[in-house]
């Protein structure tokens, strides 16, 4: 036997499985996806030349094996059981209070993670080899595709590391990613087939071949969520456990986060929602499970379900319509989103014309173009996007867009972020990051200037009347300038400079929100405002003193102070402040005999229908002037409940709960009697 050839394989061998780590755990794959094919395709070549090289842990064998005769069922260690719904975030704040009582703990540590719409496997290495991987079954038993999991992407055939347990059991999901699934349906049209329907019962369709060289064809894809048998591994936490099967070369399920309570679940909920563009599968619905092993044992299972974990599922709906045209939007932060121009089509009740495709990666990803028909999928109270391209649909007429080098509003040459993915125009005089930044700035959001809406902006633009954010208070010396403005009477231009000149005095958060300081939304500057009350102080700290404030974090910190220090933002500031709008106040000390608790100090306080004198934003701020918290959703731990005009369920719940009702007028001679 030629040495050489065998350094071959062995090099092969090893440069293949790295490669698949990288792809698949680490998502920073080095070659492209023709050039490992090449280097999977050398392996094959050697290994049929010279078979008694070949080994049962070969990545070779990610191709397919013979055919089989059948599927053996077999029982489960430790049963795949289903796991309890719910529909509404009311019904997390249920679960959580449940654990809570039972365990007896105030707060307890949870990990959220997609719902991946995929099939349960089992998946078990014993001594760092694969010996098996079955199906979910009923749950108690289930099929032995072993044969077919040895083709799955992501599922490798031996553990790296050498730190593993002598058996080993993995549970996660198969699935199809999107792009392959969309490659699939192109490759069936040409064939003259009968297309998938879609990518879970493709999924389902290729575990149960007997051939597993078809198998393989599908493209399936496997990424770790859960453990089965544990006992004789010492982790002791799920995160912990996500941690190891990564080490071990095991992909687990994107973008997991630990959350210390049920309010930090909520808030992540809310992010990982508006993420799920980035995600190349389908979701439908994020999973919140206890962290602490131990916990869960002690919280044990019902006769259907474990109780340490609930779903959070919503519906999912899709259509298929055609992108007419694509377009840049600079936004105002510079950055360039392109937009999907689509035929309108309606998908559950809402007509969709416009999609976000958010960056250039994602539109590479998504290999979408001009005139292609795509998936649109609309899930819950996400914003309908793009899911994939139905690529079997091209005729050749489609085109593809070209992302510019420069900014389409003002020319300047665009620049990528350092380590991102967002592409932005870096002029702070650009036209368009002006008009957003405006629209932006007077929002209720940020300073509140009612009046001063998108149309009026563009005129203020077009004409030079504001140049800057400073020039909207300058706008009371240009009265008669502004009665020139289309739609703009006299009653129109007062109550618009009455409203600017109130918006001198809003609270340092709302500026802090509004000078649009990347990173820095309504939440991040509540919490500087609290905590240095001027801009002044503000300006003094450094990256270090701002980092430490909870929730900030090094990123956020750099990105105030570097702002503050800047020419622009320095400039900025001192225009502002020369306008007279409010810099923000150190706190008067109050003496504590005048002291008067406010009724809602330390109160939950949930706000729902249609309010008369307050916008939500606006009464939801002063639950929190006055010591409470402004909450979504309405549980056993809810102190009051303001309605306005149909209420609906909310109400209904409080009802029951015999939780106290507030109205408007109430609410309003709640919070005034301690002033």
Known sequence: MNQHVADEIEHLRREIERHNRLYYVEAAPEITDREFDQLM????????EFPELQTPDSPSLK?????IDGFATVPHRVPMLSIDNVFEQAGIVEFDNRLRKLCGRTIIDYTLEYKIDGVALAIIYEQGKLVQAITRGDGQQGDD?????????????????????????????????NSDFSILRADQQRRGE?????PRNSTAGALKLLDPRLCAQRKVRFVAHGIGDYSRYAVDTHMNFIQRLRAFGIPTTPGIRLCSGIEHVLAEAERMMADIHTLDLEVDGLVVKVNDLALREELG???KSPRWVVAYKWERYEAVTQVREIQIQVGKT???????????VEIAGTTVSRSSLHNRDEMERLDIRIGDYVVVEKAGKIIPHVLRVELERRE?????????????????????????????????????????????????QAMDIEGLGSKLIEQLVERNLVRGLADIYRLAEREDELLNLERLGEKSVHNLLQAIERSKTQPLWRLLTGLNIRHVG??????????FHTLATLRQQSVDSLAEVPEIGTVIARSVHDFLHSFYGQTLIEDLEHMGVSLGEEPAPTPAQESVPSPLAGKTVVVTGTLEHHTRPEIEELIRLHGGKPTGSVSKNTDFVVVGANAGSKLEKAEKLGITVLTETDFHQMVTATE
């Open 41 to 48: 395709q050398r392996l094959i070549t050697l290994e049929q």
């Open 522 to 531: 309504v939440s991040n500057a509540r919490l500087l405002a609290n905590r």
């Open 334 to 344: 510079g950055t360039l989103t392109p937009v999907a121009h689509l035929a309108p």
């Open 301 to 303: 299972y019902t006769s």
């Open 396 to 444: 050749g007429s489609e085109r593809v867009f070209h992302f510019p080098g420069h900014c389409p509003e003002c020319g300047t040459e665009v620049v990528q972020d350092e380590g991102g993915v967002y592409i932005r125009c870096p002029n702070p005089n650009c036209p368009a990051r002006l008009r957003e930044s405006l629209r932006f700035f007077a929002s209720r």
């Open 194 to 198: 009968a297309l998938f329907a879609n």
């Open 63 to 67: 191709v397919g094996g013979m055919p």
């Open 145 to 177: 595709i072993t044969s077919n999991a040895r083709t799955i992407r992501g599922v490798p055939l031996g553990l790296e590391s050498s730190n593993w347990p002598e058996r080993l059991e993995v549970r996660g999901e198969a699935y199809i990613a």
